[in-house]
């Protein structure tokens, strides 16, 4: 960034975080400026209205005592600002490989990509978290580059992420935090270091694997922004704004050879009950991943259609989810209706259970144990799988294979 | 034509003013000096001219000087010709043959006799007819403009016009589908991508329609709008940013107008053959049921003679009850079976075959999701009024046999599931009539 030092000490009129600055010259709109007080504290400000020689200019950081003779406004600041129109990418088509984050239900029912964009939806902050992390210990585990972001972080969770970035050997590196107390400009700020970081390393030739928490969070900072910079909106429309905000970042971060890997949190997809709107925003991101109240992984999510010659277990890992979704949907339609449980079906949903349940990262998971869990049903309920492929991986480890 | 320049006095986001001496008219284009920046004559007052920006305003600076052209947004897009990427100033933005392919390949010549919906099974569940509107509404997984992307593909209309609201990457997704169905020369692709200024978003219906109007004589044409809810509630934004009053339901009053005309491009065949079909998508808000919601749903069967309104079932997309429109005889028979089943008219021996054949009959004919790897290979084996009589025969002398025919059948037909649905279709028509109608259908 570089720092024109162009600036003004005429500050006409003051009232909360709002400066009129006169012949501040050359400004353009959304141009960063830094606000400098006599005693030698700076603060970022936002142009958000240019009137002939004067300019408006709204503070996005700190609430300390301004006194208006005093202050010096700077054109440009030393913060980072992404750009409003992301860069033309080339359209071409990665060949992705397969990530193996080493949890058992993510690698055999939901195989990540390289470069790909998920999106996870849990249920409370508390299990998401516990989630996230073994996700990058996974990342950690396949030579990536980790990234963290993560905002309105409060005391507690900020020390818990240090303690495992510390565990991970990682010292502090690639780890970008805002608190919960910090002003909005502060609080944004982690997020736009991470992505340049992020890009930065992807140039190097580095597989990152990124990770935000969260988007509720994203979403709040979103419309405090709209509302400094004096601007009415319904959440609904908030929401749109803030899709279209989402899809510039997910431009900017792609077309890197594929080599930017980004999981995005919804801590909590449930709000008094319903379904968040930020659901919606799922549609932007490849993968769709959902969390259970248990923490455990739930069956709802999709990973993309894989692209011809892409691993066989991505395709077999489809299979296996769809004949599971099946059963499951055929399963509580039982429940509901009081219809009584047969023995394999207790079985199967306990086994099922358990396997979804365990979200531990150890290593490489085998697609095995799957196909042994539809084993314990009838071949004549699994409409889904070739009974071929059944027989022969759905078998008990030594019992005897029927081909 | 003579220019008139005039200096900006204020810029914020929602609207820049200006001092001119001379008169301008409300809805003409303004271009700042550099052609950068873009904004529309909202209103004037003696020698103040309010622009709305329909380019972000950083391009501009205080004493920018900018230039009323007096060229209206028609005669801009007038000059749009077939095999572009334009936005909704008309500004070309790239070739539709210039997306990079990467390992999928071109084909140039479209398979003769499919139908110009490429909307797959799906297609097969309503009967369309050219010139219709079809809408889809649901939640598909992987989103619209995946979904859009699988029919822009596999369609074979004459020509089509596709409005694509989504960033780079969504741009790139349809120029390759409309590539690899042949119809890269005769598409036009109209790209309203998410980081422009509201005002310019909500002129995508009139751009839509000049476009429409101006290219049009192509034979069977296609309109794809990916997601009209996506589009809607950018014209919420634009009322809330424009200052435009907005009615109790939270849209701007023209809201109403501007679907209508965005609905209502379809075309019925005229006497040379010409005609102008429609898909839209509509993504319903999560949590709601779709048709009651939202304000202006209810109003698509006004416009649109065919709804499907998707389920997602193990990530395929099903067709729901609620969906509106003449089905075709597959479409009669899914709802039957489904009826039937779900009021139990079936006999506990028969119910559970009813089951198989319909997880096999869900599989077989009404499967279509975008993240499907299933694709048409162009061969298509009707299922008939005749098969419809022949199944309900076969479920009405129903026995302990019939079960374990169908079970025979399901494990026949997966055996096969990596030959695409013709194959497994024909798999099963030929269990339908016991082998008879082999050499018929090959």
């Not at chain 1, 000490?9 to 353009?28: A, D, H, I, P, R």
Request: hydrophobic fraction near 40%; proline fraction near 5%; include cysteine.
């Amino acid at each position: 960034m570089t720092y024109i030092r162009r600036g003004s000490s005429n500050v006409s009129e003051l009232s909360g975080s709002s400066l009129w600055v006169e012949n501040l010259t050359g400004v353009v709109l959304d141009d960063l400026v830094t606000i400098r007080t006599d005693r030698g504290e700076t603060f970022v400000g936002h142009v958000v209205e240019i009137d002939g020689e004067r300019c408006h200019v709204r503070i996005c950081d700190g609430d300390a005592v301004l006194d208006r003779s005093s202050l010096q406004v700077w054109v440009g600041s030393e913060e980072i600002e992404l750009p409003s129109v992301p860069p033309k990418i080339a359209g071409h088509i990665s060949s992705p490989s397969v990530l193996h984050t080493g949890i058992a239900p993510l690698d055999t029912l939901f195989p990540l990509q390289h470069g790909q964009f998920v999106f996870v939806a849990g249920v409370t902050l508390h299990r998401s978290l516990g989630f996230a992390s073994s996700m990058l210990h996974g990342a950690l585990a396949g030579h990536q580059w980790p990234c963290l972001v993560s905002l309105d972080t409060s005391e507690n969770e900020a020390e818990e992420i240090g303690d495992v970035w510390h565990r991970m050997g990682l010292e502090g590196e690639g780890l970008f935090l805002s608190h919960s107390r910090d002003p909005l400009y502060r609080s944004m700020a982690p997020l736009r270091l991470g992505v340049e970081a992020a890009i930065a390393h992807a140039n190097e030739g580095r597989d990152v694997f990124m990770m935000v928490l969260d988007l509720e969070s994203w979403f709040r900072f979103y419309q405090e922004d709209l509302a400094l910079r004096g601007y009415y909106r319904s959440r609904t429309s908030a929401l749109n704004g803030f899709k279209n905000e989402l899809v510039r970042y997910i431009e900017l971060l792609q077309g890197h050879k594929g080599r930017i890997t980004v999981v995005m949190l919804l801590s909590e997809r449930m709000i008094a009950g319903m379904p968040s709107e930020l659901l919606e925003l799922r549609d932007l991101f490849d993968s769709y991943l959902v969390l259970s109240s248990e923490g455990g992984l739930a069956l709802d999510g999709y990973t993309p259609q894989p692209l011809p010659g892409t691993d066989r277990s991505v395709e077999y890992a489809r299979m296996l989810r769809r004949q599971c979704k099946e059963l499951k949907s055929r399963l509580d339609a039982k429940r509901r209706d009081e219809y009584p449980f047969t023995a394999a079906e207790r079985a199967y949903e306990t086994a099922m259970r358990e396997f979804l349940l365990d979200t531990e990262s150890r290593g490489i998971a085998d697609p095995k144990c799957v196909w042994q869990i539809l084993g314990l049903l009838p071949e004549s309920s699994l409409g889904r799988v070739p009974p071929a492929l059944l027989r022969e991986y759905g078998m008990p480890e030594h019992g005897e294979l029927d081909v | 034509m003579d220019k008139r320049i005039a200096s900006v006095q204020s810029i914020c986001a929602e609207s820049v003013t200006i001092e001119a001496d001379f008169g301008v008219a409300v809805g003409e284009l303004a271009i700042s000096e550099d052609g950068q920046w873009f904004g529309v004559v909202q209103s004037h007052k003696r020698d103040t001219v309010r622009l709305l920006p329909l380019e972000l305003p950083k391009f501009l600076k205080s004493g920018s000087r900018v230039v009323f052209t007096g060229e209206s947004l028609e005669e801009r897009l007038g000059r749009v010709e077939w095999g572009n990427v334009v936005d909704t100033l008309g500004r070309h933005v790239m070739k539709v043959s210039d997306a990079a392919m990467g390992r999928e390949t071109v084909s140039h010549i479209a398979p003769a006799g499919n139908s110009i919906w490429g909307l797959k099974s799906l297609g097969e569940y309503m009967e369309l007819h050219e010139g219709e509107g079809v809408a889809l509404i649901g939640t598909p997984p992987g989103g619209f403009p995946l979904m859009f992307a699988g029919i822009a593909a596999s369609q074979r209309a004459d020509s089509v016009i596709l409005l694509c609201q989504g960033g780079y990457r969504d741009l790139y997704r349809y120029c390759r589908a409309l590539r690899k169905s042949g119809r890269a020369e005769n598409s036009v692709v109209l790209w309203v991508p998410p980081w422009l200024p509201p005002a310019s978003k909500s002129l995508a219906s009139r751009s839509m329609m000049i476009l429409s109007r101006n290219l049009s004589g192509k034979g069977k044409r296609l309109i794809l709008i990916d997601d009209v809810h996506y589009w809607l509630e950018s014209l919420r934004e634009y009322g809330e940013s424009s200052g435009e009053p907005l009615l109790p339901d939270g849209y701007p009053y023209t809201a109403r107008r501007q679907l209508a005309e965005i609905l209502d491009l379809k075309q019925p065949v005229t006497a040379d053959g010409n005609s102008t079909s429609m898909i839209v998508g509509w993504r319903y808000q999560e949590g709601f049921f779709s048709l009651v919601e939202h304000p202006y749903m209810a109003r698509l069967p006004r416009f649109m003679r065919t709804g499907i309104v998707l389920e997602e079932s193990a990530e395929s997309l099903i067709p729901a009850a609620a969906s509106w429109g003449k089905s075709a005889p597959v479409g009669r028979v899914w709802k039957k079976l489904n009826h039937e089943y779900a009021v139990g008219e079936f006999e506990e021996d028969v119910r559970r075959a009813v089951d198989s054949l319909k997880s096999l009959f869900g599989v077989l004919f009404v499967e279509y999701s975008p993240i499907s790897s299933d694709f048409d290979n162009g061969e298509n084996v009707p299922f008939d009024e005749e098969c419809e009589r022949m199944l309900y025969k076969r479920l009405e002398n129903a026995d302990t046999q019939f079960y374990e025919d169908v079970l025979k059948l399901r494990g026949a037909v997966l055996s096969h599931y990596r030959e695409g649905i013709p194959a497994r279709r024909h798999a099963f028509i030929n269990w339908l009539f016991g082998g008879t109608r082999k050499d018929e259908e090959v």
